[in-house]
Structure formats: C-alpha cells, structure tokens
C-alpha cells in the first residue's frame, strides 16, 4: 500500500515523512498558474467555483484536469454533474475570479455569463471556454481530481490571461516576454 493511500487526514493514522503542508504550499505560491472558473449545473442551481489547478491531460482525445478539495462547498454537487464548463479568465476579470472563490454568496447574481445549449454558464470576457463531459473522480489526499473529456471549445482570444502567483493576480503580455 502507498504511503497516500495509508495515511488518509484525519483517520488517525501515523503520518508518513513527506513535506508539511506549509511547506507543500509555499512552494507552490512561487509557481504561477493560469485562472480559470469551472461552472456546472446541479438540478436547476448554478454552481461555480475558482481554480488554478486546470491542466491540459491528453490532446487525443483531448482531455483536462483539476482537483477540489473535497471540503469544499462545491464537491458534493459537482460529484453529482455529468457535464462542466471552464472558463479561462482574462485579465481583467480580477473581480470574477474573488467572486467565485468567495463562499457563501449567490455567484451568478451580478450577470455576466451565458449559458451553453448544454445548459452550463460560461463567463463573458473570458479568454475561452470549454466544455466538457465528466469521465473520472478519483480521490486523492483531501481532493478529488477531476477529469473531462472535452466536447466543445471557444477560440481564444488575444485578450492576456489571468495569472495567480505569489498571492497576487498578474497578466503576462508584451511587456513581460523575455
């Protein structure tokens, strides 16, 4: 058995030699990553949430990723979705990217998105969206990481992305090329 699979938080058990979590995050603090909001639809309730976890898994077929901690107020509707859309945000969409890490308020209230034919809302302003199918949750640690088969696709556009890193939004344009 793997040390993750032995050693689930707060099942008691002993606590294998890896990197604290304080550790584990600092280093991931200096590591930039793109922003996005992964929205999905629960029975007739919008749901969104922030991530800078998505990651591209496989071109063909074409296939992301991302975790969510399994705390979260998202998981249990989202482990019901079969069907999610990712809007990757610009950056000028600071503000879109509090609101859907912000718990407890209604996220869709302020407008501006759209729905798909699908049904799931995506951000207007985003540099792209996807659109995709539900195909795998696996557990991991305290997160679940999900995975989804891609359907449809915007074409991005040349606005700048939304970067985080080091606890604070940036966007990479001509004036950060090297």
Do not use: N
């Not at 898994?57 to 975790?67: D, G, I, N, Q, Y």
Request: glycine share 8%.
């Amino acid at each position: 058995m793997s040390e993750l699979a032995a050693a689930t938080p707060g099942d008691g058990g002993v606590q294998p030699d890896w990197v604290s979590a304080a550790e584990f995050k600092s280093v991931f603090r200096r590591h930039p990553s793109g922003v996005a909001v992964i929205t999905f639809v629960d029975g007739e309730r919008l749901y969104g949430f922030t991530a800078t976890s998505v990651i591209s898994v496989s071109a063909e077929p074409p296939v992301l990723a991302f975790s969510i901690d399994s705390r979260s107020s998202s998981w249990p509707p989202l482990a019901r979705a079969e069907h999610l859309a990712i809007s990757f945000l610009a950056a000028g969409q600071v503000d879109l990217s509090a609101r859907f890490a912000t718990s407890g308020i209604d996220k869709f209230a302020h407008g501006g998105y759209s729905l798909l034919p699908s049904g799931e809302p995506v951000l207007d302003g985003s540099s792209s969206w996807m659109q995709g199918e539900v195909v795998q949750r696996t557990p991991v640690g305290a997160s679940y990481l999900v995975s989804v088969l891609v359907l449809h696709a915007s074409e991005p556009t040349d606005v700048a992305p939304l970067v985080y890193h080091d606890r604070a939004y940036h966007h990479v344009g001509d004036h950060s090329a090297l």
